[in-house]
């Protein structure tokens, strides 16, 4: 045995910084540095091409230890631990059977707990019988109003075992009363039941620009749920900061975790202000980020909201501990497309590999096919062995904090925690986030945001494979389940139905909400009787009534959702609906000229343009002069074509193919190449416009739509 030590560095000179930059001066030949290798984020962050000791300082450690200050490697000294993060997945089949079905399959097949997501009826605070329930019962969310409901939905679920998690909007005090009935029903011990609650006021007011009461109100009855929570309940969370709504209007990192920490701040406030300790009221928090496909800045989100919450809680007297911020990664319904959802995998793995990396707490994936409606098994299966991957064969829980000392990932990590520190010291100067929401600040950024980022995606600058990239407009739709909404509906009326016997108890129960007096609000009083409400029978719809009795309400405009890819496919239902009314897509003739190396290059570009607005390119191998092509183009019956080939044989070509093609009556003729100095002549000869690398994709399809005949 050879007991030398191998020591590879030692066998190679060291390089310094300059030598490195003169090697890539002379490999970018004369093309500027600062354009071609560094790259600005939408935070406003320049990323170099390379980091190095000089970048991160090795003393002193200013990222500490996982399970210490300031937490950004992570909130637990071993980091997730031997079995990882938590598993969760996200359920909101209206059928309470079929979502049961769901859950114990995939309880039994890998996940760890499960999320809830009520329907829009239970949301508004309806029962599914109310006559203002017959549009909203059933959509998006599980038909759950009341305690047999979740006992069905949980039917053979070990609650002891198996954390839940809710999401019920605005009614997050009724739907809480609903699951800890259940914990009474099914004699689980307050000691060792799981869960959260998840009330999150705020977001609610962001999403659907309303409350059924004032904000004080809201906030002051999340309090109130806190305060049973901590006191009974230490397994348990009451309050949620779900920053969802602002990343799907089109909020950038920074913002994101601006927001997060000023709702973490109001939520704080109201707690303590409750009367509740600072310590008790940080352990109540869960803090829920959408997590993008961009690997790094993912990564290095979730870090930097460690660092930003444990500051934050640090200046508000919290213990060490009761800092540590517990993390809920979802990977977001921004980046889902329903173009070629298959690459969603790709998308989803991707973002959770990088929560994971991170040190969340727990993470869900969406299934591919979530953006096209409920999701269908196999979306189910994909999305929980995804994790399972990551977690068993991966090995990503062997390290603690794996990309911590990275120059990169800690500069980055600093970076953007001081920018977004900036924007939530913002948000706090003007009077914190209900004030920011009320007056319009956070949605006029977050639009400036989104508008910058379309313009980029319309340009093809950030691609989305599949759909503004490599498009196939052949390929067969993805079927999803789709329930019998009114069956259901019917079905859950009878269920609500067999209540009726208890209509009196119930009343009388929800009647006692009324008579918490305010002044005891936030001291876990009103969470109490609704909890002992909904054990004798009182629906939600019932719960959310009571509650009403007790005043006000809240407006501002809500935030719009968007995905990322929804101008492209917007482009491609308008191709498709002009497919099934004239037979056919729109089309446009591919007029390459010269050999297959001269053409095929721009040809191949140019199908992948038009294509990412439904419209069919008709190919060919290529001509050797005007008539062929003429007589080509006459026979395809399209009326637009392109001109494909190399800037070599364009000063050949054009002048007598594009006036070949106008005379044969092309109607619009594209020539693909930036023709620089060859515009005005190319222009002359019958050539309308130029489609290149750099240039506005979008735009350029939809005027082509029109034109076409497919819009107006």
Known sequence: MNDEILAIAGDFPATSYDEWRGAVDKALKGAPFEKKLVSKLYEGITVQPIYRRTDWPSEGDPSGFPGAMPF????????????????????????????????????????????????????????ADAASAESLAG?????????????????????????????AGAQYLPAAALLAALWRRRNVAPGVALGAFNAD??????????????????????????????????????VGVNTSVYYDAGANEAQDLACSMATGVAYLRAMTQAGMSVDAACRQIVFTFSV????FLTMTKLRAARKMWARIA????????????????RTADRMMTRRDPWVNMLRTTTAAFAAGVAGANAVSVLPFDASLGLPGGLGRRIARNAQTVLREESSLTRVVDPAGGSWYVESLTDELARVAWTTFQEIEKAGGMVNALSNGMIAERIAASHAEREKNIGKRKDPITGVSEFPNITESPVESPKPDLKALRAEATKRLDALRSQRVTALAAAASMRSVDRAVLGQGKLAAAAIDAAAVGATLGTLAEALSALGGGATVKALPRHRLSETFETLRDQADAFKVKTGAWPRIFLANMGPVAHHTGRATFAKNFFETGGIETLGNNGFADAESCVKAFKDSGASMAILCSSDALYEGFVPSTAPALKQAGCSYLFLAGNPGEKKQAYSEAGVDDYIFLGGDVLGTLRATLARLGVTK
């Open 72 to 127: 950004t490697r992570g909130c637990g000294a071993a980091g997730a631990g031997p079995d990882g993060w938590d598993v969760r997945q996200e359920h909101s089949h209206p059928d309470v059977k079929a979502g049961n079905d769901e859950i114990l399959t995939d309880l039994e097949r890998g996940v760890g707990s499960g999320l809830i997501q009520f329907d829009q009826a239970a949301q508004a605070g309806l029962d």
């Open 139 to 167: 959509r998006d969310g599980v038909m759950v109003y009341s305690v047999d409901d979740l006992d069905a939905l949980l039917a053979e679920v070990s609650l002891d075992i198996a954390p839940v998690s809710l999401d």
């Open 201 to 238: 006021p705020l977001a609610v007011l962001a999403s659907t620009g309303a409350l059924p009461t004032t904000v004080d109100t809201a906030l002051a009855r999340m309090a109130d749920l806190a305060a049973l929570t901590a006191a009974t309940y230490p397994k348990v969370t009451a």
């Open 292 to 295: 993008g496909c961009d690997f």
């Open 314 to 329: 640090e200046s508000c007297g919290a213990s060490e501990s009761a800092r540590a911020m517990t993390i809920f990664a």
